[in-house]
């Protein structure tokens, strides 16, 4: 089944900061864009095979737009230097309906937003909703420098400044992120969320285990994660067309399966959007994705084909 997509088309184009691209995407007729939920994202079809994931940083309570940032890393396989080049104001382009794999606890009684770097996007967003519904949160964004930093405009002139603290390598020692204070009072109700480099991410994810915050109150989004295929051969049965494979070290389940005619839907290849996931009937994954939380990693019954291999000699997946 083919996935429904928007046609939209970029209003605004602005350069922030170093390197970071902020688009509003549009409907072409000034309609109303389907709804979304703090922390969710879409997929923007740069061109044929080329499909990437961006939070959508903008105000939930505003169907006018979507508003997307952008880095370029020129070390990312082509992503987002293809929207850089390929996205001015009035191209139109393709992007999937808004999905969240990262949504706020309806429950929290206060909310810790922890952004590093691009990570801050899906923090804004989060920030809008939490101030409307009067919750209590914070927002920290970390970056390298002040001159390189995108959306320091738009976070101090918004309704929440008050409570978006800045935290800047290059700068006093002060003004630095001091998890040991802001992670202080870990509760059932006390919600962190963190979205950044993986480095940066580690960090805030073990401080906050340190500090008594139970997996389950930390809420993270990868955006970029290293994918290691290495590690033993094994087979995968395709149980529904009985058709078998075997998968090379330093190959992908996807491309193994490609190989013999099975193509399964994929986006990011990284293990981050869920796309490619498959019901396991048979054998022990051995996960290597950030998509499943570690309870469904330890159930063993899903796995990301993408970047995931398996601890047995033998998969099989209900495809
Ligand atoms: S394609 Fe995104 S998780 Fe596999």
């Known amino acids: 089944m083919s996935e429904q997509l928007l046609n939209v088309v970029v209003r605004k184009r602005v350069e922030q900061g170093e390197g970071v691209v902020v688009f509003d995407l549009v409907d072409p007729l000034g309609k109303s864009l389907p ?32 508003r997307l940032g952008v880095l370029k890393d020129p070390a990312s396989r082509g992503g987002s230097v293809a929207v850089h080049e390929l996205l001015f104001e009035g191209s139109q382009v393709a992007i999937s309906i808004p999905r969240n794999h990262f949504p706020l606890a309806g429950d929290a009684s206060r909310s810790i937003l922890i952004g590093g770097g691009i990570g801050i996007t899906p923090m804004i967003a989060m920030a809008h909703t939490l101030q409307a519904a009067g919750s209590d949160f914070a927002l920290h964004y970390c970056s390298r420098s002040r001159s390189r930093t995108a959306f320091l405009d738009e976070l101090a002139s918004a309704s929440f400044s008050e409570r978006v603290f800045t935290h800047f390598d290059d700068e006093a020692a002060a003004q630095k992120l001091d998890l040991t204070t802001v992670l202080a009072t870990p509760h059932a109700d006390v919600h962190i969320y963190v979205c950044g480099p993986a480095g940066f991410m580690g960090w805030v994810i ?18 970029q994660v290293e994918v290691d295929t290495s590690g033993d051969s094994f087979e995968v049965v395709a149980a529904r067309t009985g058709k078998t494979v075997r998968v090379a070290e330093g190959q992908s389940i996807v491309d193994a399966l490609a190989a ?35 309870d469904e990693k330890a159930a063993n019954d899903q796995i990301l084909v993408c970047c995931s291999r398996a601890k047995t000699a033998k998969l099989v997946l209900d495809i």
């Not at 080329?50 to 939930?60: A, D, E, F, K, T």
């Open 35 to 66: 709804v979304f939920e703090a922390g969710a994202h879409v997929d923007i079809h740069l061109k044929p095979g080329l499909v990437r994931q961006y939070s959508l940083c903008g105000n939930p309570a505003d169907a006018s737009a979507y």
């Open 260 to 294: 013999v005619g099975i193509n399964i839907e994929i986006s990011c290849e990284q293990g981050v959007c869920g796309t490619c996931l498959c019901n396991v009937l048979e054998g022990e994954p051995d996960h290597r994705d950030v998509y499943l939380t570690e």
């Open 206 to 223: 073990s401080e906050a285990l340190k500090a008594g915050y139970a997996e389950a109150n930390i809420h993270r989004e990868y955006f």
